[in-house]
């Protein structure tokens, strides 16, 4: 069903910037890409989410694709509260399809 | 404003029973969806209700069911339990679909014995 891929892990120092690289390649022209994260034992986190255009906010930096078809989830400075689970998500089968979640990347910051 | 409510936030059945668990989404949200999480499955979309009606439903047997109220508040309902529904049960709550910014309660952990 997923319809975006990522790495199952990936290590970061901290204070260094994390560069979660998401691919969905079969996205549809007004689907937006959303990242959530999920730290242990709580529920999945909303962090950011884009079109077309790069996006910032607080907690992270989008980067998207000309094409689309891939983004990357960048956290600044990572720090050790930043170890989670990342998701990239987008709806599988348009907008009325279903919300589906892949199984995340593991983000494991280290001191 | 107060966030998704799940109760009960941990509950023990034996294999047969039936559950019963409750998601309170945040006021002015219409949407609710259901997701099933265990270590080896990840996240699963169980269901997504709004305006008291189902728009989508997971890849989950007929045991699993759910439902919507007018004032939004949702209810899923597990019968006649199998070990393997052992899991974490999120409820995610948004404004209206298809918006994709979702909120998420703590969940209800639910053992089968």
């Known amino acids: 069903d997923a319809k975006t891929t990522q790495p199952p892990s990936m290590d970061c120092a901290e204070g260094r910037a994390a560069n979660l690289p998401c691919n969905h390649s079969t996205i549809s022209g007004n689907e937006y890409v959303y990242w959530y994260r999920q730290i242990h034992s709580q529920g999945p986190q909303y962090i950011i989410h884009g079109l077309k255009n790069n996006e910032t906010n607080e907690m992270a930096s989008l980067i998207i694709t000309e094409d689309r078809k891939s983004s990357t989830l960048i956290l600044p400075h990572a720090t050790l509260r930043d170890t989670a689970v990342y998701y990239c998500?987008?709806?599988?089968?348009?907008?009325?399809?279903?919300?589906?979640f892949g199984q995340g990347t593991t983000l494991q910051v280290k001191p | 404003k107060a966030g998704v409510t799940q109760t009960p936030r941990y509950l023990i059945k034996t294999r047969g029973q039936q559950v019963t668990l409750s998601c309170s989404p945040i006021s002015g949200h219409r949407s609710v969806s259901w997701y099933q999480q265990t270590p080896g499955q990840g996240l699963q979309f169980l269901f997504e209700?709004?305006?008291?009606?189902?728009?989508n439903k997971g890849n989950f047997p007929g045991r699993f069911s759910g439902r919507q109220f007018s004032n939004s508040r949702s209810e899923m309902n597990v019968s006649t339990l199998e070990l393997g529904d052992s899991a974490l049960y999120l409820c995610?709550?948004?404004?209206?679909?298809?918006?994709?910014?979702?909120?998420f309660g703590s969940g209800t952990q639910l053992s089968v014995l």
């Open positions: 209700y709004f305006s008291e009606t189902q728009r």
């Open positions: 998500i987008v709806r599988v089968g348009g907008n009325t399809g279903k919300l589906i």
């Open positions: 995610a709550s948004s404004i209206q679909p298809p918006n994709e910014k979702l909120f």
